[in-house]
């Protein structure tokens, strides 16, 4: 337990999560929704957190998103409900599937295929219970469901309304918005997503195929949305909880929002090869950025002028983006913060966060893991 240290006195590479501007992201949000009318379904996949979800929920511990059944377990574990599992369905998860409907008052799954749905309707549950499912569409995202044109999706639809089934919403998640440059970019995603959902809504209305949610998400979308979104009934973005550099790079948001860093300390300098050696590897940053920001790996915390060129397990080389590298600007020992490209694939990297105020621990969480 840190608690009470300052986040420069722990031992690296530390992952650290500043409360303050979590808690302001937090609300951001949870306002801009509330605002426009629309439900805020949090999804928990950046921070896998009890704490993180209960900041996401106002402490409902009601109506959130996993991507894995860990998180879910985890998750119903720790007191929470109304869970989706917004995943394709695995075929090998049925059975966990079944065990948590039968045990949550609300647990939804998502399929994309007629044989997923055919595995659920040779499962029936306890109780009299009906499965909560929900159609998983494609609306140019090109990752999971089927298209939204697609009769496919239609007949999907239809299946999915009879028998020990029930339609409990349509989930379309915009991360063609990643691929996005600036809020009008953003926006015109968001537009075009919400649009596509919404027509095939009315197409389910003409076949007499009840379906009470229409759902999208992504951050960049749900940061910067679009009047016709208030015409959805959930929303299910994630990342901004903690928010990155590759959601500020996007638009998403600016750089005082990003609320993580990755603590790491100088072990090594190399004149002769103008480098600092820390002790932050891939194991505590990712790979994710593929080292293609013009800081690298990373942005260096204060110091623009450094690029973090290379990792390996347990290293990170830096130097300086131009010109020589000043060592005794950086002893040995000394503390340097890392702001990652992408916070989920960071978060994943660490057991533990140290979440602080004004630079003081205040609380360690402790994510889950696995699948």
């Known amino acids: 337990m840190q608690a009470g240290r300052r986040v420069e006195d722990l031992p690296t590479p530390a992952f650290t999560v500043d409360l303050d501007v979590v808690k302001a992201n937090v609300q951001e949000m949870t306002e801009r929704f509330r605002a426009l009318g629309v439900n805020l379904r949090p999804h928990m996949k950046t921070h896998k957190s009890l704490e993180?979800?209960?900041?996401?929920?106002?402490?409902?511990?009601?109506?959130?998103?996993?991507?894995?059944?860990?998180?879910?377990?985890?998750?119903?574990?720790?007191?929470?409900?109304?869970?989706?599992?917004?995943?394709?369905?695995?075929?090998?998860?049925?059975?966990?599937?079944?065990?948590?409907?039968?045990?949550?008052?609300?647990?939804?799954?998502?399929?994309?295929?007629?044989?997923?749905?055919?595995?659920?309707?040779?499962?029936?549950?306890?109780?009299?219970?009906?499965?909560?499912?929900?159609?998983?569409?494609?609306?140019?995202?090109?990752?999971?469901?089927?298209?939204?044109?697609?009769?496919?999706?239609?007949?999907?639809?239809?299946?999915?309304?009879?028998?020990?089934?029930?339609?409990?919403?349509?989930y379309a998640h915009c991360g063609n918005s990643y691929h996005c440059q600036g809020v009008p970019e953003i926006q015109t995603v968001a537009q075009a997503t919400t649009k596509r959902v919404l027509q095939f809504m009315e197409k389910l209305g003409e076949e007499g195929v009840p379906c009470p949610v229409a759902s999208i998400g992504s951050t960049p979308s749900c940061s910067h949305p679009v009047p016709k979104m208030a015409e959805l009934q959930e929303v299910h973005p994630g990342n901004y909880i903690f928010y990155d550099l590759q959601q500020m790079m996007i638009g998403s948001c600016q750089l005082k929002d990003i609320a993580v860093r990755v603590l790491t300390r100088v072990i090594g300098h190399y004149p002769h090869r103008n480098q600092l050696l820390v002790d932050c590897g891939w194991t505590g940053?990712?790979?994710?950025?593929?080292?293609?920001?013009?800081?690298?790996?990373?942005?260096?915390?204060?110091?623009?002028?450094?690029?973090?060129?290379?990792?390996?397990?347990?290293?990170?080389?830096?130097?300086?983006?131009?010109?020589?590298?000043?060592?005794?600007?950086?002893?040995?020992?000394?503390?340097?913060?890392?702001?990652?490209?992408?916070?989920?694939?960071?978060?994943?990297?660490?057991?533990?966060?140290?979440?602080?105020?004004k630079g003081q621990v205040v609380a360690t969480w402790k994510p889950v893991r696995g699948w």
């Open 285 to 357: 940053l990712s790979l994710h950025s593929l080292g293609q920001l013009p800081t690298g790996y990373a942005l260096v915390e204060g110091h623009p002028d450094l690029k973090l060129v290379g990792m390996t397990q347990e290293h990170g080389r830096i130097e300086p983006v131009t010109g020589k590298l000043d060592f005794a600007q950086f002893p040995l020992g000394s503390l340097l913060a890392l702001i990652p490209y992408h916070a989920c694939a960071t978060a994943a990297m660490h057991p533990t966060y140290h979440v602080h105020v």
């Open 52 to 170: 993180g979800g209960d900041l996401m929920t106002g402490g409902t511990r009601r109506r959130i998103v996993v991507s894995t059944l860990a998180e879910a377990r985890f998750f119903a574990d720790g007191g929470f409900d109304d869970i989706l599992y917004a995943y394709p369905l695995p075929f090998d998860k049925v059975e966990e599937c079944a065990a948590l409907t039968e045990r949550l008052e609300s647990f939804h799954v998502l399929v994309d295929s007629p044989q997923a749905l055919a595995l659920l309707k040779r499962r029936p549950l306890r109780g009299g219970k009906r499965w909560k499912v929900w159609l998983k569409i494609d609306c140019e995202n090109e990752r999971a469901g089927l298209r939204h044109t697609d009769p496919a999706a239609l007949e999907l639809a239809q299946a999915i309304a009879t028998g020990p089934t029930e339609l409990a919403g349509v």
